[in-house]
């Protein structure tokens, strides 16, 4: 089955900085990959999520990019904000159902003012 | 106001006694999850139901059972039988569409004294 691993567990940084997390998966057939944020306290939430077909995907200062030949996909928020502070999962399924879907272990980003 | 709706938030559970989480959902949604969050580990799957009156195990079904009798409830029951019940529990629901945006409830904490 589908095995997806998150880097790193914790990143910390400075508030307009730039931050990237990257997730590997292991089903070649995983073609749907969506990014959940989590803020303390709270449910996850779906910010962003690419499918196989694009490699790229953008919206304001979130983007997330996919390398299918890799098998890894990364999140990448530039001028980071203090609400930006959360835990992100990444996660990968494929076509079908979303019942073989799998979440990283989670990234805590810590944005400091 | 459409969503997901965990209870209770917060439950304390002797060892040996059962205690059942209740999800209810009013967003028509055909598909209902429930997921484990322990630290660190991201998000594991117990059980999932496609439709009303089926379900199946996830990764991490054992020591707990469910029911769908109604498409807008899908209960969680978790039994004596599991061995590490404390832990935080997300229920989730998904439209239409073949993959796409979990919806999640905000959880219930249980812990077994």
């Known amino acids: 089955g589908e095995n997806v691993e998150q880097h790193p567990s914790t990143l910390s940084v400075q508030e307009g900085d730039s931050a990237v997390i990257k997730c590997t998966y292991s089903d070649s057939a995983s073609n749907y990959f969506p990014w959940y944020k989590q803020e303390l306290g709270k449910r996850p939430q779906l910010i962003i999520d690419?499918?196989?077909?694009?490699g790229e995907k953008k919206d304001q200062r979130i983007a997330v990019t996919l390398n299918k030949t890799a098998k890894h996909f990364s999140l990448h928020i530039t001028e980071t904000q203090p609400e930006d502070s959360a835990v992100y999962f990444c996660a990968a399924s494929s076509s079908g159902n979303n019942n073989d879907m799998r979440f990283g272990a989670g990234t805590r980003l810590t944005v400091k003012p | 106001d459409g969503g997901i709706t965990q209870s209770p938030k917060y439950l304390f559970r002797k060892e040996g006694q059962n205690v059942t989480l209740s999800c209810e959902q009013n967003?028509?949604?055909?598909?209902m999850y429930w997921y484990r969050q322990d630290p660190g580990q991201g998000l594991r799957l117990i059980y999932y139901s496609q439709i009303v009156n089926d379900f199946q195990k996830g990764d991490i079904a054992e020591g707990y059972s469910v029911s769908r009798e109604k498409k807008e409830s899908f209960p969680l029951t978790v039994t004596s039988a599991q061995k590490n019940p404390t832990a935080f529990y997300l229920c989730?629901?998904?439209?239409?569409?073949?993959?796409?945006?979990?919806?999640f409830g905000e959880g219930s904490r249980l812990t077994v004294l």
């Open positions: 989730a629901s998904k439209g239409g569409s073949v993959t796409g945006e979990l919806f």
């Open positions: 690419i499918r196989s077909n694009v």
């Open positions: 967003l028509n949604h055909d598909a």
